[in-house]
């Protein structure tokens, strides 16, 4: 499954400031935030109107107008959930609550995420508050081995919180060291799952790699530059990401979930998928997470040829979607199926990397459309989440047409980056 990034995935510049008391209070023209009102501890910005209007000039105006129910939303989900009783990840439609899972899910990290992105848009403090709160519990997770997830759950958490305030570099070099224990020299990736033995197809995947674990690898980026971290942590990364360019992604630049290994040998032993509808098909988020993945890790180790991986995996997305339609299929072989709001986040923020990096118009005005989109189709008229109309694992029947925490949490990390 499926960031943080060290400086691959840090946002750039100062984004904008907003006016959290207005925002937190709700407005008559915003939906429903579904959880009642916010409580009344939460402290007002003393940023100005114009000081808003400046740093948000770069986004759709569609996407400002959401902002305000994004942070009551969200607010009130952080103030009245306990993190010891389970993580928020999704909510079935009409729900007024979050399915939560435990710390140790592989989404944990999405929601603290989320705060700390508040905090980088609006520059309150009342959201550092919140965040720490959620971030604290995910220190338990930094020594596991099982896992090729501990950057989505530690980047986005302690990550960003070293970013904000200083405090978190300890937690971040143990997940990088123990997240590196899953790396082959053999095969030059990272194992992404544990599967032998299981009952079910993955069971005969004795290595297998699949193109969610892009997203961590910006946690050894971080860490190999940390007091303690090992600087060979970033090699590591860049060399899994070359890897993944070569058996992950097809000539076409469309994306295979997943690359199965011998782990003896090194050698591709095929492609298949866990989440997609078939091995040959493209799976949409998987094609997010390549162009997100792939663009950070380029922009961590300056490396042209992940670089323009990124570009053929982005190519590939604006082939296959157009303006009205960015936000694609849960895979890109079954249109007219359920869009999947999740994808479309995760690469319009890559997207808009990419942008910043080559300096190719056409990635930021996709983007741009996208969240448009997002923001004129999706929001949820009710309920915790902002956006609806996300796809978890539709194969296996989990999560179709849901609210889901990682499809918001993309949605703010691309204001971030667009503003």
């Known amino acids: 499954m499926g960031v943080g990034e060290g400086q691959a995935r840090r946002v750039t510049g100062v984004a904008g400031v907003v006016l959290v008391g207005v925002l937190l209070a709700g407005c008559g023209s915003v939906p429903d935030a579904g959880s009642g009102p916010v409580p009344s501890s939460a402290p007002a910005s003393a940023a100005s109107p114009t000081s808003v209007d400046a740093a948000q000039a770069g986004l759709p105006e569609t996407v400002r107008r959401i902002l305000p129910t994004a942070y009551e939303r969200l607010a009130a989900s952080a103030d009245r959930l306990d993190p010891a009783q389970g993580y928020p990840r999704s909510v079935a439609g009409g729900a007024t609550t979050w399915t939560t899972k435990p710390v140790d899910d592989w989404t944990s990290g999405f929601f603290p995420g989320e705060l700390w992105l508040a ?34 759950v530690v980047e986005d ?77 970033s090699d590591l990364a860049t060399q899994h990401a070359i890897t993944a360019s070569t058996t992950n992604m097809r000539p076409d630049g469309s994306i295979a979930h997943v690359a199965v290994f011998d782990p003896s040998s090194g050698a591709l032993v095929g492609r298949d998928t866990w989440q997609g509808a078939d091995a040959d098909s493209t799976w949409s988020r998987g094609q997010g997470w390549a162009i997100h993945g792939f663009a950070a890790q380029a922009r961590a180790a300056g490396n ?52 910043a990096q080559t300096g190719d118009a056409r990635y930021r005005q996709a983007a741009l459309e996208t969240l448009d989109e997002l923001a004129t189709q999706d929001v949820a008229p009710a309920g915790p989440a902002l956006l609806a109309h996300a796809v978890g694992g539709k194969p296996q029947d989990s999560e179709v047409d849901v609210g889901m925490v990682y499809a918001d949490y993309y949605l703010l990390e691309a204001v971030t980056r667009a503003s």
């Open 304 to 355: 042209p040829e992940l670089l323009a991986a990124a570009r053929r995996a982005a190519d590939w997305w604006l082939a296959h979607t157009a303006p009205g339609a960015r936000v694609p299929p849960w895979d890109f072989s079954r249109p007219g199926e359920e869009r999947d709001t999740s994808a479309a986040a995760v690469a319009a923020s890559g997207l808009l990397d990419l942008a």
């Open 157 to 233: 958490s302690f990550g960003a919180q070293l970013d904000r305030t200083g405090q978190g570099a300890e937690q971040v070099v143990t997940a990088a060291r123990s997240l590196a224990t899953r790396y082959s020299p053999t095969v030059k990736a990272i194992k992404s799952w544990d599967t032998d033995g299981d009952d079910d197809k993955r069971g005969s995947w004795r290595f297998p790699v699949i193109v969610d674990t892009l997203m961590n690898l910006p946690l050894l980026d971080r860490a190999a530059a940390l007091p303690g971290g090992d600087p060979r942590w």
């Open 119 to 152: 905090h980088t848009l609006t520059q309150d403090p009342a959201w550092v508050a919140r965040a720490q709160r959620w971030t604290a519990p995910i220190a338990g997770q930094v020594t596991r081995t099982d896992t090729h997830d501990l950057g989505f």
